[in-house]
């Protein structure tokens, strides 16, 4: 197929070349900002678990559902994943190419113990739990040509650049459970967010690419342009709450309610950025400053019943996240130059997390996901006790994420001429479909596997902000459980 004709006026040309190092700099930190999710069994299930939360990951699902454990017991949850990306454009040829990048790592481990003796013999439940609540890393590059046909023949402007993105964020969670009545469970944690707690609560971004004008063919080498970026996010503080209800109106139906608060955290941010222009380096600058991201809260209710053969169980939950919370605010810091250090203060000082744009131009409409899910345990009626008790698992769900959904400004450039593209903030649609089978060895050890497939089409618009440009997105998800009971 023959490309599309993209003109940059000649007049621009030139102010292009020199803008480009630093709008390419802009790309945005585009990672999903969903939550990671907790241990093999409820994966399996299409992560559709909180009116049930009746193992050691309860603290990450609903807390409420720790006072169904009757038994010490310790737990370790291992995941890996696959993330792919596939970009394309109906303008920008070219830009068709597959990202991915490969993630192992500990998921979840606790500790839980159950407080035998308690007022009027309710259950009192405590735990402590490290969960791994997002993944950050990423990988991309990008090769992106403008050409402008006039008197004095064809020139053309090449942007090429590579984006490499690591790190992510964990809590160490205490929890309590707490048995209201005989069917209504009560339960809290908290969650720490604190790099001198776990050191890997960090990320960085590192970003280099470079330009140059082509004209009927041939290089102009004062054209040449070289840039680098590095950012680092340390220091990530705060502190928020996981607040759990669990209602079971009968021995096999329950409800479950699980909020999570909004939270606040302190970051130290540092940017350096230096370009070059012919090999002869332009600009050279040292950014610290604080940061301050709001992460949004959400709100999810869920159902689930247990058939009368006791085999059957299916559950349904839906979760509300308002992304519209999720700003960063940048305060005051300081610009180190070869001028020396001078008072910086950062315009727009709020941003939007999902978009990097100016709140203001960025609305998000909350999320809605809505998870199905069902297990089907073998148990075996003829046997009084059961020494093996295999389990199958199975799940379905639509899990949108944030998106601005943004408009195209100046093929991408619109930043360097001081314009800044709107979006009307609806969420990009993701769909997805787990399976999962578990082993329950002498009522003392359980062992879980699962694996979910996630995707999304014509998603991420907002990755480059270039004109009719999107993503297919392929995730892949597998997960290892085993719980000891004491």
């Not at 070059?276 to 999810?300: H, K, S």
């Not at 050890?445 to 999107?470: E, H, M, P």
């Not at 997105?473 to 597998?478: G, P």
Request: overall charge neutral; charged content about 25%.
């Amino acid at each position: 197929m023959k490309k599309a004709c993209r003109l940059l006026p000649c007049s621009l040309l030139a102010v292009a070349l020199l803008a480009a190092p630093a709008a390419w700099a802009q790309i945005q930190i585009n990672s999903s900002p969903s939550k990671v999710g907790s241990g093999a069994r409820a994966l399996g299930m299409g992560s559709a678990f909180i009116a049930i939360a009746d193992d050691a990951t309860a603290a990450s699902w609903n807390p409420a559902g720790l006072t169904q454990l009757e038994r010490p017991e310790i737990s370790l949850v291992y995941s890996w994943k696959r993330f792919d990306e596939e970009f394309g454009s109906r303008v920008y040829r070219e830009m068709r190419d597959d990202h991915g990048v490969n993630l192992d790592d500990l998921n979840y481990a606790s500790v839980v113990y159950p407080v035998r003796r308690t007022f009027a013999g309710r259950n009192l439940i405590l735990s402590l739990n490290y969960q791994r609540q997002y993944d950050f890393d990423r990988n991309l590059d990008y090769d992106v040509r403008f050409f402008n046909a006039g008197a004095g023949g064809i020139t053309r402007m090449r942007l090429r650049g590579d984006y490499a993105q690591r790190g992510s964020l964990s809590t160490i969670t205490p929890a309590v459970a707490f048995e209201l009545t005989n069917r209504l469970s009560l339960g809290l944690a908290v969650n720490l967010w604190d790099q001198s707690l776990i050191s890997g609560n960090k990320w960085r971004t590192h970003q280099e690419g470079s330009s140059f004008f082509t004209t009927n063919g041939v290089v102009t080498p004062a054209s040449f342009g070289r840039y680098t970026v590095e950012e680092e996010y340390d220091d990530f503080e705060c502190v928020n709450y996981t607040v759990g209800l669990l209602y079971k109106p009968t021995a096999r139906l329950s409800f479950g309610m699980v909020y999570h608060t909004r939270f606040t955290a302190e970051v130290e941010y540092t940017r350096r950025f230096r370009s070059y222009m012919g090999g002869v380096p332009v600009f050279r600058t040292t950014t610290q400053r604080d940061r301050e991201i709001t992460f949004p809260d959400a709100l999810g209710i869920g159902a689930a019943y247990r058939f009368p053969n006791d085999k059957l169980t299916l559950s349904l939950d839906v979760t509300r996240r308002d992304w519209d919370k999720f700003v960063i605010v940048e305060e005051s810091g300081l610009l180190f130059s070869p001028m020396g250090a001078t008072p910086f203060f950062p315009m727009p000082r709020r941003t939007s997390g999902v978009s990097g744009l100016p709140k203001h131009l960025s609305p998000h409409d909350p999320t809605y996901t809505i998870r199905l899910g069902a297990e089907y345990v073998f148990v075996n009626e003829a046997k009084p006790r059961q020494d093996f008790l295999p389990s199958l698992r199975a799940g379905i769900f639509y899990d949108p994420e944030p998106s601005s959904n943004r408009s195209d400004v100046w093929y991408g450039l619109g930043p360097a001429f001081g314009l800044e593209p709107k979006g009307d903030g609806k969420p990009d649609d993701y769909y997805g479909v787990a399976l999962g089978a578990g082993l329950l060895i002498r009522n003392r050890v359980n062992l879980d596997i699962a694996y979910q497939f996630r995707w999304g089409d014509d998603v991420r618009k907002d990755t480059f902000g270039l004109k009719s440009t999107d993503a297919d997105v392929r995730q892949h998800y597998l997960y290892f459980s085993t719980v000891i009971y004491f």
